[in-house]
């Protein structure tokens, strides 16, 4: 059995939880959940490079993760495409759905595989940030994004990184206003 090691951190769009295992870091999730009992070791190896990282990406020192991944969770074509996003679409870019489709190769002699099934593998990666889902636009717009609370965590990330021009509501103290305002509960409730 492997094992999983997992902590969560405060970012500029709330907490994030980071879970490694034996191969690599295995989940990244936004919503921040209880933290596992690290390993022995586990906290001061992988999982400590993953959240120092990330700290570091988001305090503007760190424009590439270099981190191993545990691709176990992913199929065949999940794998393809994510990889393929992981190791050719560096900070500040963007590419859309069916350029990266195109870019894996799905299409050309393989299974073809459509711009919104390629945007279905975005919404079902499990390591978001990491792997940079959010850089994945539509030909005619953003598109969508389910990470955090969603198309304005996508919009933040994107003008943090300058793929975009900041708004003039854009907070570069993070997106934790979004964030939260997600989390409250409505008036009367």
Request: charged content about 15%; aromatic content about 8%; some cysteine.
């Amino acid at each position: 059995m492997m094992e999983r090691a997992q902590d969560t951190i405060d970012t500029p769009v709330g907490p994030v939880s980071l879970t490694c295992s034996d191969a690599g870091l295995a989940r990244v999730s936004f919503r921040g959940s209880p933290a596992a009992t690290p390993s022995p070791g586990a906290r001061s190896g992988l999982l400590s490079a993953a959240c120092e990282q990330l700290t570091e990406y988001f305090a503007g020192q760190r424009r590439a993760f270099d981190l191993p991944i545990d691709w176990s969770a992913a199929s065949g074509p999940q794998q393809q495409v994510l990889s393929v996003l992981f190791g050719t679409v560096g900070y500040g870019e963007t590419v859309t759905y069916g350029s990266l489709a195109r870019r894996a190769g799905l299409g050309d002699g393989g299974p073809d595989l459509p711009a919104r099934a390629v945007g279905t593998i975005m919404g079902s990666n499990p390591w978001p940030l990491i792997v940079p889902c959010h850089r994945v636009v539509a030909s005619d717009g953003l598109g969508g994004y389910s990470g955090g609370t969603g198309i304005e965590i996508k919009r933040w990330l994107l003008i943090f990184e300058g793929a975009l021009p900041a708004t003039l509501d854009w907070d570069p103290a993070g997106a934790a206003g979004i964030w939260a305002s997600a989390r409250r509960p409505a008036p009367g409730i």
